[in-house]
């Protein structure tokens, strides 16, 4: 920061725009925050109080500048969002079964093939 006293005049300087404000760490973080709500949604699970929360380097270690919370949930909303993981984990087990049971030449023809 810039500091001047009075008697030597304001001092000249380029306006600063919005961008000024701008912080790149937060940015990353929503993007990654974002990034994981997308794909939860997509198996039915909404984290409905996710935040990015700057981190504190004066009482933790950690690397980020940003932490993200993934909020506050009930014990019932955790056990259905634990279910709901739960079935498609199941289901993609199960899939990944099935198709590692067929045999090669019954799968069909491979990607590229003619």
Do not use: W
Not at 49 to 70: E, G, N
Request: charged share 25%; glycine share 8%; net charge negative.
């Amino acid at each position: 920061m810039l500091h001047r006293k009075p008697v030597g005049g304001l001092v000249v300087c380029d306006p600063v725009g919005p961008d000024y404000l701008d912080d790149p760490d937060r940015e990353v973080a929503v993007e990654a925050g974002v990034r994981l709500v997308n794909v939860l949604l997509r198996f039915g699970v909404n984290l409905e109080q996710i935040s990015a929360d700057k981190v504190c380097h004066s009482c933790t270690d950690v690397k980020d500048a940003y932490r993200i919370t993934l909020g506050t949930l009930t014990v019932d909303d955790t056990h259905a969002m634990a279910s709901q993981l739960e079935s498609f984990a199941l289901e993609f087990e199960q899939m990944r079964e099935l198709l590692c049971s067929i045999p090669a030449h019954q799968a069909g023809p491979a990607e590229g093939s003619v």
